[in-house]
């Protein structure tokens, strides 16, 4: 490992864009489904599925719009199982990729995401990540829970050949992320940019950012914060 190098590690979903996104796609894909196969207006599915999820309905969003149109719930999994496994039409915010290039000068850089591995490498390859980061781990490849499991940290690290001490985590959960990443002595950031809802202040995180574009400069001073103490 260089002793120089530094790396800045992030959570997808809900950290780089917006998860409801992808939720908003599969419903396109459901409402599609649906007018093919039941006769069902594919827009007015939308819409219903649309106005149930923002309505903090979301989990029963589908039963919902079955509902409406007169459809048997008993379609439901099969329905689930559509949205995951759809090739999702989503797009990174402009701010996301601005931000990811201007560190890609001076930091190494690496996601590690939870969730079903075939689910979260549509989502990477739809938002084209891969270009923009040095490494992504699927957590669930490397270990049964995923985050905070040391595992999956630790696997990022590895490949960017940066120790934890010379390391940043940024995420919008504070135990799968943040609590995770601070098992290795990684400084954390919490990041609730699309968080919705009230919930909880961190209790693992170093700093917390607004947005993304406050990141670099943030990080930067985590860094120089632990090498200021050392030196001291």
């Known amino acids: 490992m260089s002793r120089d190098a530094r790396a800045l590690l992030l959570d997808l979903d809900d950290t780089l864009y917006p998860l409801r996104g992808f939720r908003l796609s599969g419903f396109r894909a459901v409402a599609l489904h649906l007018a093919g196969s039941h006769g069902v207006d594919a827009d007015r599915a939308y819409g219903v599925l649309m106005r149930a999820s923002r309505e903090s309905a979301r989990r029963t969003a589908l039963q919902i719009c079955l509902a409406r149109f007169g459809v048997s719930a008993a379609i439901v999994p099969d329905l689930v199982e559509m949205m995951r496994s759809h090739r999702p039409s989503i797009r990174l915010p402009g701010e996301t990729r601005g931000v990811l290039t201007r560190l890609k000068v001076g930091w190494r850089l690496g996601i590690v995401t939870n969730g079903r591995p075939d689910l979260q490498a549509r989502k990477i390859e739809a938002l084209g990540l891969h270009a923009l980061v ?87 001073a985590l860094l120089q914060q632990r090498r200021s103490r050392r030196a001291a």
Do not use: N, W
Request: with cysteine; proline share 5%; hydrophobic share 40%.
């Open 134 to 220: 040095d490494t992504i781990v699927l957590a669930q490849e490397h270990t049964r829970q995923g985050k905070p499991d040391r595992t999956p940290f630790a696997v990022a690290l590895r490949s960017l050949g940066v120790a934890a001490s010379r390391a940043v985590f940024v995420g919008d959960d504070d135990r799968c992320d943040l609590f995770g990443a601070s098992r290795l002595g990684m400084k954390t950031v919490f990041c609730g940019r699309y968080k919705s809802g009230t919930f909880e202040e961190p209790r693992y995180a170093d700093a917390e950012v607004a947005t993304l574009a406050a990141l670099p400069a943030v990080a930067e």
